[in-house]
């Protein structure tokens, strides 16, 4: 198995409204990323985990909270976001050792209302 | 003057052709080169992924980094229609596990 998943595919929400994200890799990666993506932008780092621990938090907005229950998910939990948060969230995976080899998912494209 | 410099296009090129995208960057520290392609409203596929200078071919693709002059390319050749895509250079080797992406170059193959 050499690909990332996301679930849902699409989400809509408002913003007072609780949501999460879901990513899952089965590669054995032990890095896991969280990106934003703008159109025609590239992506943004928002989070990395590695060995399940948080090692990097690019400042992000505490209405997105990342956790990882296990080395092969990652979660992203939404809370009260605003309009201009809508985008593309991406989740990524990589062996350590290998920075660059990241391994990204289709993504999840969210609005928020 | 930013991390990574790619021009975004458009780039518009027959089909068939061969076609050059190129990034600069400014720190020396980068030793991990790669090129995403990234089809509009999907996840960025990784191409090409190579550690310091030299040359690396996979089929029609070939990247080039240029380690004295801070200089990245990917050539595809025998360009196809499928191939039009954005396509983002991405570098890393700061010491963490954090890849800088350029803004991506669009890519249009002509039939």
């Known amino acids: 198995d050499t690909e990332v998943t996301q679930t849902p595919k699409h989400l809509v929400m408002g913003m007072t409204n609780k949501k999460s994200l879901k990513c899952e890799q089965h590669m054995g990666h032990r890095a896991m990323y969280w990106y934003k993506q703008k159109a025609k932008k590239p992506p943004e780092l928002m989070f990395v985990y590695s060995y399940e621990k948080l090692s990097i938090n690019e400042s992000v907005p505490s209405r997105f909270s990342p956790e990882c229950p296990n080395s092969s998910l990652l979660n992203l939990h939404l809370h009260a976001l605003q309009p201009e948060d809508s985008a593309l969230y991406l989740c990524?995976?990589?062996?350590?050792?290998?920075?660059?080899?990241?391994?990204f998912g289709p993504g999840t494209r969210l609005t928020v209302l | 003057q930013k991390e990574v410099e790619q021009d975004p296009g458009p780039l518009s090129v027959p089909e068939g052709a061969i076609v050059s995208l190129n990034c600069t960057y400014s720190n020396s520290a980068f030793q991990y080169f790669m090129w995403y392609r990234q089809y509009s409203r999907k996840g960025p596929e990784l191409l090409m992924y190579?550690?310091?200078?030299g040359n690396k071919e996979d089929g029609r693709f070939t990247a080039q980094v240029d380690k004295s002059s801070k200089y990245i390319s990917l050539f595809i050749r025998d360009s196809q229609p499928s191939d039009s895509a954005t396509y983002l250079c991405a570098m890393s080797g700061g010491g963490d596990d954090k890849i800088i992406f350029g803004k991506g170059t669009r890519l249009h193959i002509l039939p």
């Open positions: 990524a995976s990589s062996t350590r050792g290998a920075p660059g080899e990241q391994f």
């Open positions: 190579t550690y310091s200078s």
